[in-house]
């Protein structure tokens, strides 16, 4: 079987790093300086295979600090800011879809 880090990865739009801060699990993306954000605005956004492959190279050798990263497709909103395309990613950025009991 093929690893999911060797096969072709197939960019149509532009794309951010995501995974999970190991200390708290918290969503985090990766920034353009090689570091972890907790907020998706602050996430280096990329348009091409070889920008995303070689930002998640860096993710992946990071694991001290976040595990699980993988490309996330995102679109520019009208405010310049890049805003996650599919719903799992817009619940990892908004939090769960429900009033989570003793939520104020």
């Given at each position: 079987m093929t690893?999911?880090?060797?096969?072709k990865l197939k960019i149509t739009g532009p794309t951010v790093i995501t995974a999970?801060?190991?200390?708290?699990?918290?969503?985090v993306w990766l920034t353009a300086r090689g570091d972890w954000a907790s907020d998706l605005a602050?996430?280096?956004?990329?348009?091409t295979a070889d920008e995303?492959?070689?930002?998640?190279a860096t993710a992946n050798a990071d694991e001290a600090n976040a595990v699980g990263a993988y490309p996330a497709r995102v679109e520019i909103g009208t405010d310049g800011r890049p805003h996650p395309v599919n719903l799992?990613?817009?619940i990892r950025v908004g939090g769960p879809t429900f009033?989570?009991?003793g939520a104020a």
């Open positions: 690893s999911p880090l060797q096969q999970n801060r190991l200390t708290d699990g918290i969503v602050e996430a280096a956004v990329l348009t995303v492959l070689k930002l998640l799992r990613e817009r009033a989570l009991p």
